[in-house]
């Protein structure tokens, strides 16, 4: 059956960086408005939203005080409804971040809940006692140290999978599972399109992860009751409004995605999967300079485009306000030249697979890593415990190598402040902004690009058409084509006797390949290109899309 997720391109804004319209150097809902038709210009169908909802921000608003009210900084509720309903006019639909693995330690249900062991809402986020004089176990937190912090005033522990000041709910407990139903439907009667569900895989924590001998973070994710709890939500809920769902899911197998969101029964559409952004980790973590393998990273998105193939449907991505910018990491920012192809060439490789893309803001204009010239510019809690941790605390990096892999992978990298034009901090603020602008915004911003045909933003322009015109882009089977080359990607989309061609140019290299030739469908006709000409080699970073029979 035809669904309109399937066929939707989605752009997430990550609202403290996009757009400030008060001067106070963050982002606010006003900006996303004053904003919307840029996106309707590039054409994309839906917008997720990072959070937006009260918050002391000590992890960029994924730790919310009040699921119901909106920040102060980013505007009134009524500001929000009108970006929906200007949204809405523009048939743009908004999907919003549910982060309900864990609440902020200043929601009221914490403050009860850590109040006394008798407090009704005791049961509400997961409590031990100390084992030995120290932490009930040895689990860590995604953040570095502990996963269980002390808590004077009632003498236990408490789980907190990410920050201290994220403390994580107790969803055995069926109070909390209707107090979070509640506020979906909330929002969904306000008319929202669906929501984005920060790890969702997480909130079923096994019990040998919480016991005396449990070990790692790794233990609580695709937890033994995941299933059923989505179950009870898309039964009580989800499965009540037209929307669109998909899960943030790390640690996920295709066995586990096809459990979350089969194609048939389902209960959300579809996850976020992470193995691609993994290729290029190291023995801790993201935190190292290895570098990725084009085989390797064709294996991985190969693997997901296959195995979920008539089972469920795949999530599209590069990055995220948790990644790296993706011309930074895959591609090539050594030249003006390479920047530009490369972005693009990037672009066609994802966009022309099969599942339902999502852009992350700036990616459209090809914007880079943020310069980060010392520790003292980053804004991040993952990065700055990470390096208190392996740098200040196990001597495992010096300073400088530290510096090294934070510019390579820290979050800060793609939260930098959205790059409009060549004016004053990029025109993203009048004022001083939260996390400094990129110092290449005179050179790449949205002002330049938008009427520049050759711009990377008219390219994705381009791309964004050819999804809604070329039905094989949608629903085509995917095969992946040479395998090992270590500088082409290239794979066939078939429905029927339609065939779709894309070649993609990983090097900086120009070469000849007529296996790749030899494989062009027949009346091939090239679809999209990001050379001017055509040769008969394979030059930088060059893509081509073909289409036939
Ligand atoms: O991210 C979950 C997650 O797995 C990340 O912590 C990821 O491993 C890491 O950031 C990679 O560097 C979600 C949100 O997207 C993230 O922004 C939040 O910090 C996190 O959950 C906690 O809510
Ligand atoms: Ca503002």
């Not at 804004?13 to 006003?30: A, L």
């Not at 999907?95 to 914490?110: G, R, Y």
């Not at 929202?192 to 790692?216: C, Q």
């Not at 992946?480 to 989309?493: G, I, Q, T, V």
């Amino acid at each position: 059956m035809a669904k309109w997720w399937k066929e939707a391109v989605v752009y997430q804004i990550y609202p403290r960086s996009f757009c400030d319209t008060n001067g106070d150097g963050i982002g606010d809902i006003p900006g996303i408005i004053s904003k919307l038709d840029y996106l309707k210009a590039l054409g994309i169908d839906v917008i997720w939203l990072s959070p937006i909802y009260a918050s002391p921000n000590v992890d960029g608003g994924y730790d919310i005080s009040d699921y119901r009210a909106i920040a102060p900084e980013y505007g009134l509720m009524e500001d929000f409804e009108q970006l929906l309903h200007e949204a809405h006019m523009r048939k743009i639909r908004i999907i919003m971040d549910l982060v309900v693995n864990h609440t902020s330690d200043q929601h009221e249900w914490f403050i009860q809940s850590k109040s006394d062991r008798e407090n009704p809402k005791r049961d509400w986020y997961i409590w031990r006692d100390s084992f030995e004089g120290r932490e009930p176990n040895r689990m860590e937190s995604v953040f570095s140290g502990s996963a269980w912090a002390f808590e004077p005033l009632s003498g236990q522990y408490y789980l907190h999978l990410f920050a201290n000041e994220q403390p994580d709910l107790n969803w055995e407990n069926p109070e909390v599972r209707s107090a979070v139903f509640d506020t979906m439907r909330w929002w969904l009667d306000k008319g929202i399109d669906g929501f984005r569900m920060d790890v969702i895989n997480l909130i079923s924590k096994p019990t040998e992860a919480l016991s005396v001998d449990g070990g790692m973070g790794g233990n609580c994710v695709n937890g033994p009751k995941v299933c059923e709890y989505l179950r009870e939500m898309h039964r009580e809920v989800l499965s009540k409004y037209d929307i669109m769902t998909v899960g943030e899911t790390p640690g996920v197998s295709p066995f586990n995605a096809i459990q979350y969101s089969s194609l048939d029964s389902g209960p959300l559409n579809m996850v976020f999967q992470f193995e691609h952004m993994d290729i290029d980790a190291g023995p801790y973590g993201k935190w190292t300079t290895n570098k990725y393998t084009l085989p390797e990273l064709k294996r991985v998105l190969s693997k997901w485009q296959t195995e979920l193939e008539g089972q469920a449907w795949n999530s599209l991505f590069w990055g995220n306000h948790d990644q790296p910018r993706v011309v930074s990491r895959f591609g090539d920012t050594s030249s003006v030249e390479f920047w530009n192809k490369s972005a693009k060439m990037l672009a066609t490789c994802l966009m022309m697979m099969k599942g339902t893309p999502y852009i992350f803001q700036g990616d459209e204009l090809g914007m880079t890593n943020l310069d980060i010239h010392e520790l003292s510019e980053v804004r991040d809690v993952e990065t700055l415990n990470a390096y208190r941790d392996l740098v200040e605390s196990k001597h495992i990096y010096s300073h400088n190598e530290m510096m090294e892999c934070i510019r390579k992978a820290g979050r800060d990298n793609a939260r930098s402040p959205m790059q409009w034009d060549a004016g004053m901090n990029a025109g993203f603020t009048l004022g001083v902004p939260w996390l400094h602008v990129n110092g290449n915004y005179d050179s790449v911003n949205a002002e330049m690009q938008i009427n520049d045909p050759s711009s990377v933003f008219c390219y994705y322009q381009k791309l964004i058409q050819l999804r809604k015109q070329v039905p094989v882009i949608i629903s085509g089977r995917y095969e992946l084509l040479l395998p090992d080359d270590d500088r082409l990607f290239a794979y066939k989309r078939t429905e029927d006797d339609n065939v779709l061609l894309v070649i993609c140019n990983f090097s900086n290299c120009c070469f000849k390949n007529n296996e790749i030739f030899n494989l062009l469908p027949r009346q091939a006709e090239l679809l999209i290109s990001n050379y001017d000409d055509r040769t008969d080699s394979i030059r930088p970073y060059e893509t081509l899309v073909y289409i036939g029979k």
